[in-house]
Nanobody, 122 residues
Framework: QVQLVESGGGLVQAGGSLRLSCAASRRAFSSYARGWFRQAPGKEREFVAA????????VYADSVKGRFTISRDNAKVTVYLQMNSLKPEDTAVYYCAAGTRESKWEDDYDYWGQGTQVTVSS
C-alpha cells in the first residue's frame, strides 16, 4: 500500500513559522513530482506549492509566494514545506500529494496523504 504521511502541523501565532514534512513509503516516489494543497473549513481544497521530481522546478500559489518554500530530499523520499510569516488565513488542513508532474491541478496527482492541521492564531 502506497502511503504519504504528513507531519509537522500544529498551532502557531501569526508571524511564526512551521515546517511540514511528507514522507513516502516507497523509494519509487523519488521519481514523482510532489505537491502541497490545503483545505480551510467550509472551503474547497486549494493548491499551495509543487516541486518536480528533481527539485529543479517549483510552482507556488500567489497567496504563499515569498513566504512558503517547497523542497525535497529524494534520499529520504520526503518533501518539505517551510512556512514563514504565517497568517490566520493560512489555517487549514494541509495535504501532500504525488503525481507525474508539478501541477496546480488536483487531477494530476495520483496519491494523497491524510493531512495535517495547521492553525494560525491572531
Amino acid at each position: 500500500q502506497v502511503q504519504l504521511v504528513e507531519s509537522g502541523g500544529g498551532l502557531v501565532q501569526a508571524g511564526g513559522s512551521l515546517r511540514l514534512s511528507c514522507a513516502a513509503s516507497r523509494r519509487a516516489f523519488s521519481s514523482y513530482a510532489r505537491g502541497w494543497f490545503r483545505q480551510a473549513p467550509g472551503k474547497e481544497r486549494e493548491f499551495v506549492a509543487a516541486i518536480s521530481w528533481s527539485g529543479g522546478s517549483t510552482v507556488y500559489a500567489d497567496s504563499v509566494k515569498g513566504r512558503f518554500t517547497i523542497s525535497r530530499d529524494n534520499a529520504k523520499v520526503t518533501v518539505y514545506l517551510q512556512m514563514n510569516s504565517l497568517k490566520p488565513e493560512d489555517t487549514a488542513v494541509y495535504y501532500c500529494a504525488a503525481g507525474t508532474r508539478e501541477s496546480k491541478w488536483e487531477d494530476d496527482y495520483d496519491y494523497w496523504g491524510q493531512g495535517t492541521q495547521v492553525t494560525v492564531s491572531s
